[in-house]
């Protein structure tokens, strides 16, 4: 089962517009969401953390803001750049058998068109 | 500050070889893991470790076998390579003691092809 969703594999924005990416879980008991990116032939990279008791984090050009209603995430990126463009992982954590499971989303390609 | 490092970065193997693929980290993180990313899907997880000589299967581990003799290095073991192992792989590993999220640092992976 895929407790974290990414539904668009892939997403267009021109540089200088917002870019925003979503994500769906299906388990109340994540504490821990987080946002990786992803370059071709690199690993991913930690961008962006937000806790379940919180709704929004900002960092930068990054805004993380989370829907627990709704199980619902989503990363705003404003304004977008062409060095932005990579596949983009939700991911989310909590502590099962006295260990912090991280579960991955399947990604999200983002292109920022110069 | 290497970080994580993965060795090898590609390998072509034939059906029923064995290989090992090597990480190691410098950052004395007590949390490693190895991933594995096919066409297409998230990241699922093979083995995990959270210390020297423990480890613990994921969703994933059919096939593989881990150890964790330090807590620098985490190899994964293919005995008897198989198609579906064709995939990209990625070691992480992270310092977590309770607390805040679970931040992981990825090597850049490895590919390997099974024919």
């Known amino acids: 089962d895929q407790q974290v969703k990414q539904n668009s594999p892939s997403l267009s924005v021109q540089e200088g517009r917002i870019s925003i990416l979503n994500c769906d879980y299906t388990?109340?008991?994540?504490?821990?969401f987080l946002w990786y990116k992803k370059y071709p032939a690199e690993g991913p990279t930690f961008l962006i953390s937000?806790?379940?008791?919180?709704d929004k984090n900002e960092d930068g050009r990054f805004t993380v803001f989370l829907n627990k209603s709704a199980k619902h995430l989503s990363l705003h990126i404003v304004p977008s750049q062409p060095g932005d463009s990579a596949v983009y992982f939700c991911?989310?954590?909590?502590?099962?058998?006295?260990?912090?499971?991280?579960?991955f989303g399947t990604g999200t390609k983002l292109q920022v068109i110069p | 500050n290497a970080g994580v490092t993965q060795t090898p970065k590609f390998r072509i193997l034939k059906i029923g070889q064995s290989m090992t693929l090597q990480c190691t980290q410098d950052?004395?993180?007590?949390?490693m893991y190895w991933y594995r990313q096919d066409p297409g899907m998230g990241l699922k997880l093979i083995y995990y470790?959270?210390?020297?000589?423990?480890?613990d299967k994921g969703e994933v581990p059919n096939g593989y076998n881990v150890s964790r003799s330090t807590t620098e290095d985490f190899p994964l073991r293919l005995e008897l390579a198989a198609p579906s192992q064709t995939s990209v792989y990625f070691c992480?590993?992270?310092?977590?003691?309770?607390?805040?999220?679970?931040?992981?640092?990825f090597g850049a992976g490895s590919r390997l092809t099974v024919l």
């Open positions: 388990n109340s008991m994540f504490d821990y």
């Open positions: 992480a590993s992270s310092f977590h003691r309770g607390g805040g999220a679970n931040v992981l640092t």
């Open positions: 950052m004395n993180h007590n949390y």
């Open positions: 991911a989310a954590t909590l502590i099962s058998g006295g260990y912090q499971k991280v579960t």
């Open positions: 470790s959270v210390g020297a000589g423990i480890t």
């Open positions: 937000i806790s379940s008791i919180k």
